[in-house]
């Protein structure tokens, strides 16, 4: 929004998980108007620039409105939306870390534990992977984390190259090259809480949607040391991909060079659909039917070469819903989708504690799936 003398821009500016609105002059400088490790899901400002209306979420709770003053520097809560549930749940507090991805650079990540966590227990863990790639994790409210982590998971999410709040180069840096140094980081992440103890290595999941669903079909078709899988509105298929989808075109000349005639080496390289004769890992495949991003048929491709293959695999449709689903679906559609994973994990990488308790009851974190979220941001 422009400020009222026209002389500077109020921006959402994101770094390191967090974001915030900033200022940018007509002469390039940025200066922070507001800090702090939340999600600023919108803002409104007065013609004077001193008073801002601020949407914010963070990791204990899904969204309320704030009030901050510039001049004071003072922030004041306005609503408490979600009180009365919160006051019935258990939540888990996301643990910040870095670890050391592909090129020795340092990558942010996230660990979220189970409810009355033992130092001496070994649990599952499921890495969660996230959606562009130019998009990030951070410091905001995730039900699916929650519930995963209240029916006895560790729950791991980061930020690899790609994600953005992280500089120029930090996202460009998987420009055309999906599936190396992001998949190297990713398994890093994984191999770092491995490596703080109290994680059953023979018990790992793996899901993550859209580009994060890409990414789990490329990692199960390259590693077998993740037990159970869920893919959801992924890519399987980058030629198919360039003409089905609304940004097709788009990735294929600014990622792969080209249109898949043009460069088909390259487009099959970077295809999951390449190394479906490895996948090993049951995976269940997460789709809306109204996905023009990311269209249900790269879902059925996946679908039925697994298949054709006998491989452990099932496929869940949500009709009349779209890319969106997991953010601002119909309210019945996403409990049906977060039991769905939680299921399937429960299935195959049992947490010995987990109950079969579905996102619309009360355990846990159950009935937070029925709570007004300002926002979601996955």
């Not at 070994?122 to 905001?140: F, S």
């Not at 269209?295 to 298949?307: D, H, N, R, T, V």
Request: aromatic share 10%; proline share 4%.
């Amino acid at each position: 929004r422009w400020a009222a003398d026209g002389q500077s821009l109020y921006l959402v500016g994101e770094a390191r998980g967090a974001t915030n609105v900033v200022q940018l002059t007509l002469d390039g400088t940025l200066s922070d108007v507001t800090t702090g490790q939340h999600h600023l899901v919108g803002f409104s400002v007065d013609r004077a620039g001193n008073t801002f209306a601020l949407a914010l979420a963070d990791t204990q709770q899904p969204g309320d409105i704030f009030v901050h003053w510039v001049d004071s520097g003072d922030t004041t809560r306005l609503t408490d939306i979600n009180h009365d549930i919160l006051a019935e749940v258990r939540l888990s507090t996301p643990e910040e870390f870095t670890f050391t991805g592909a090129k020795g650079w340092e990558i942010e990540g996230w660990i979220m534990r189970p409810h009355d966590f033992d130092p001496g227990t070994d649990y599952p863990l499921i890495l969660e992977i996230h959606g562009g790639p130019e998009t990030a994790y951070g410091y905001t409210f995730v039900l699916e984390f929650q519930l995963l982590a209240a029916q006895g998971y560790i729950v791991v999410y980061s930020n690899p190259r790609g994600s953005t709040g992280y500089g120029r180069e930090f996202t460009q840096a998987v420009r055309g090259i999906w599936g190396q140094d992001d998949y190297a980081d990713m398994m890093a992440a994984v191999d770092a809480v491995i490596a703080r103890g109290s994680v059953d290595t023979e018990r790992l999941g793996v899901t993550g949607g859209s580009y994060g669903g890409i990414m789990t079909n490329w990692i199960v078709g390259h590693t077998d040391r993740f037990k159970a899988a869920v893919t959801q509105r992924s890519i399987s298929n980058l030629a198919s991909f360039f003409g089905t989808s609304d940004v097709g075109p788009w990735y294929s000349i600014n990622h792969w060079d080209g249109a898949p005639w043009q460069t088909p080496e390259r487009h099959a390289f970077h295809s999951p659909l390449t190394y479906v004769e490895k996948i090993n890992t049951p995976l269940l495949i997460i789709h809306s039917e109204q996905d023009w991003r990311c269209p249900i048929s790269e879902a059925e491709q996946l679908f039925a070469a697994l298949k054709w293959l006998r491989r452990d695999t099932e496929f869940l449709r949500f009709e009349g819903s779209d890319h969106d689903l997991s953010r601002n679906g119909h309210p019945r559609l996403r409990i049906d989708r977060l039991n769905a994973i939680q299921e399937w994990f429960t299935r195959y990488i049992p947490t010995g504690t987990a109950t079969n308790a579905h996102a619309g009851t009360a355990n846990g974190v159950g009935d937070l799936a029925e709570m007004e979220p300002v926002s979601s941001h996955i």
